[in-house]
């Protein structure tokens, strides 16, 4: 058996996670310079070259960074991490004639052309999925909450991927792939599920039953480290957190903010319940799985699958009703105009509304695209 320690953590504190790819200002393409602009941001620091950055990280292609906040109580707190460290890197990267950008992908760039970063663990990766490694130019938000026990943690996953297309809904914005309209809102989503232990978590009724999944995995190869099941939701032991990871990338800190907000009054209000001694309902897998294409297909617009009898509601629609049955929470977490941000964005249109929006203004240009979102990040 594999047994798994769950950390100690406060119930209900946050760290957000934003992967930023880098952008070139004059041809808006990907720009493979991360170890460049790591490197510089460490010399400023004073940071030796061999060590990690503590708050701007590499990710697995040389066009990402990835911007990791602490340990904070209040959405506030952690949003004003997060602007200080975009600052901070825009000060490396302005100068070389790169720009930030964060969508849940690139509208033109050519997948396939991307370098990785090179560490064993993203060479190993590639090695093993081949085509669908080398597709993955993709971009998204993370959000951990902290849990004050154990036994909350595989609740809470399955309660937050009862949730799975309302966060999908609204951070969709990958609807561009290759210099072409998928259709879809978000093309990242499934992208994504293609890697082994990607997508849509298991069940599992106890938390043996994980360790034993986890166990399965490490025996037979498929993974070398916990850390390499990438689901949407997880529980992240070594950090006593449920982290939610469904979200393509988000330009607007403001978004990022209520998406931030929303997660973690959910998770208490979760927490709560299961205080009191209710159980978190769990989806059947086919509604889980049906849910998650309606979001990336259709985005706000989504007609989603509420429970196991199959009710069904507008995704926008049931939004508004869990902003108004949550803000009691948000008002004791001290998140509440970050929690109205939810209908903020509904209001003004997903990311990926956005970039078609851009997109049809510009004729047809894709560089519009992308120089619409950097004007987003510029904002931060």
Known sequence: MQKIEFADSP??????????????????????????????LKDNAGIPRHEEHPTIKPELLMNTVEIVTG??????????????NV?????????????????????FAAPTSQPVTDKERYANLIDRTQWWGRQMVIYGVHVHVGLDDREKAL????????????FQALSASSPY????DTGYASQRSLMFQQL???????????????ESYVADMLYTGVIDDISEIRWDVRPVARLGTVEMRICDGMSSLEDISAVTALTQCLVHDMSLALEAGNKIPVMPDWYRVENKWRAARYGLDAIII????????LVTDHLRSEVKRLTPIAEQL???DELQGIIRLIERGAEYQLQRRAFEASEGDYRAIVRDNVSRMNAV
């Open 11 to 40: 119930q209900s504190t946050i760290g957000v996670e934003w992967e930023i790819a880098l952008v070139d200002q004059e041809t808006a393409d990907l720009c493979s310079i991360a170890e460049q602009v790591l490197g510089q």
């Open 71 to 84: 340990v904070h109580k209040t959405v506030s707190s952690a949003a004003e991490e997060l602007r200080a």
């Open 87 to 107: 600052r901070t890197l825009s000060e490396v990267t302005t100068p070389l004639g790169v720009d930030l950008y964060c969508a849940g992908s690139h509208p």
């Open 155 to 166: 609740p809470i996953t399955d309660g937050l991927i009862n949730y799975q297309p309302h």
């Open 177 to 180: 792939w290759g210099a072409e």
């Open 196 to 210: 082994p232990t990607a997508g849509i978590p298991f069940h599992f009724d106890t938390w043996s039953q994980y």
């Open 306 to 313: 509420l429970n196991a009898q199959g009710d069904e509601m």
């Open 334 to 336: 001290g998140c509440a």
